[in-house]
């Protein structure tokens, strides 16, 4: 079965200070990669995904870059926090190729920036 | 622009009774709708979807309906269990493939 993995869990960052999450999933080849990222009381906004390795897209312009080094591997990442860039940030990925199917999502990382 | 809207922030329902979460839409061409279940400090869970072609689709105590002349989806709950209680959000799929949410619903079952 599939599985993905997302850390870390929480983290505490200060202003201006580089970021860099990953996710991995593992049980299947060539996903579709997404990542999201929720702020309080809001729903999940889509900030990058990517239908394969170094296929990136961006949804809204921001602080934040993403990259995809590896076919099952998803990098979130920064080089100069923000304060805005705080929020609770998720990785999802779903089946590609052309039949539908839902997205699944990780943990989550908790982000703080101080 | 919010393409996706879930207007209840919260509700409150007893134990073994039903529970109803709604979501309204505004794109006509989203062809499939999903509620995703979350608790505090984890990812949302998949709990059902439903394609744009169905009206109704269900799963053990799930029923999502689908009313596209009204833009309009529900989760129906029976019975609703302490458990239940949590986040619930709806999405839609676009024709890129990408979901939209909407801000989610706090259902909260008392025993």
């Known amino acids: 079965s599939q599985t993905i993995h997302q850390w870390p869990a929480t983290l505490v960052q200060p202003v201006g200070s580089p970021l860099s999450l990953e996710c991995t999933v593992e049980g299947t080849s060539n996903p579709n990669l997404y990542w999201y990222r929720q702020a309080a009381g809001r729903g999940l906004q889509l900030l990058f995904y990517s239908v394969g390795i170094g296929q990136i897209s961006s949804e809204v312009p921001q602080n934040l870059s993403a990259s995809r080094p590896q076919d099952r591997q998803f990098i979130l990442s920064s080089k100069k926090l923000l304060l805005s860039d705080s929020g609770f940030y998720l990785c999802?990925?779903?089946?590609?190729?052309?039949?539908?199917?839902?997205?699944?999502f990780g943990d989550g990382t908790r982000l703080s920036i101080l | 622009d919010q393409q996706v809207k879930q207007n209840s922030p919260s509700l409150s329902v007893q134990e073994g009774r039903i529970s109803i979460l709604n979501c309204d839409y505004t794109n006509s061409m989203f062809d499939y709708f999903l509620w995703y279940k979350k608790y505090p400090a984890e990812g949302p869970t998949f709990l059902i979807s439903?394609?744009?072609?169905?009206d109704k689709n269900e799963d053990g105590r799930f029923t999502v309906f689908l009313n596209k002349s009204a833009k309009h989806l529900s989760l129906h709950i029976v019975p609703s269990q302490p458990g239940d209680s949590a986040v619930y959000f709806c999405?839609?799929?676009?024709?890129?493939?990408?979901?939209?949410f909407g801000q989610g619903t706090e259902l909260s079952v008392k025993p």
């Open positions: 999802a990925w779903r089946e590609g190729g052309g039949r539908w199917q839902p997205q699944h």
């Open positions: 439903i394609s744009s072609i169905k």
């Open positions: 999405a839609a799929n676009n024709q890129g493939g990408k979901l939209i």
